[in-house]
């Protein structure tokens, strides 16, 4: 390997890394207190959670088209769900992988707040199936 010394385009931390790790730092801030890293965190999980949900929605979309197709023993269904599932999961993964690789933008609100109980879980699917069917 080529090691090339020089100076580093990052100027040096003001703490080392041992005073970010200290349980002293630890009981003097509170657990819920923001920070920017949390921020970031918590932005990256979203859009990662998003996309992979994207991906299985595809491959959801790929396997019930081939079952509708054994079943009725036509290529149509097949076809109909599988290509834009397939569709789905290669865009969903292209937009995955370049989330992973990039840090989020934090200035920006992201909501993602999901049914805090299984009570509100099944409330909500209890509006939505009627709604929808």
């Given amino acids: 390997m080529n090691d090339q010394l020089g100076r580093s385009p990052f100027s040096p931390p003001e703490r080392p890394l041992e005073y970010w790790l200290s349980s002293e730092l ?3 801030s509170p657990e819920n207190a923001r920070s920017r890293l949390r921020e970031i965190a918590g932005a ?3 859009y990662m959670g998003a996309w992979a949900a994207g991906i299985g929605t595809g491959a959801e ?3 019930l088209g081939v079952f509708l197709g054994l079943l009725l023993g036509a290529l149509a269904p097949a076809l109909a ?3 834009p599932g397939a569709a789905l999961v ?3 993964t292209v937009f ?9 933008n934090t200035s920006r609100a992201i909501i993602h707040r999901g049914p805090g109980s299984l009570r509100q879980a099944l409330s909500f699917l209890g509006f939505i199936v009627p709604a929808v069917g």
């Fill in 26 to 28: 630890a009981r003097v």
């Fill in 44 to 46: 990256r999980g979203t």
């Fill in 61 to 63: 979309l790929i396997l």
């Fill in 81 to 83: 769900l599988g290509l």
């Fill in 90 to 92: 290669v865009l969903c």
């Fill in 96 to 104: 995955y992988v370049r989330v992973r690789d990039r840090l989020p």
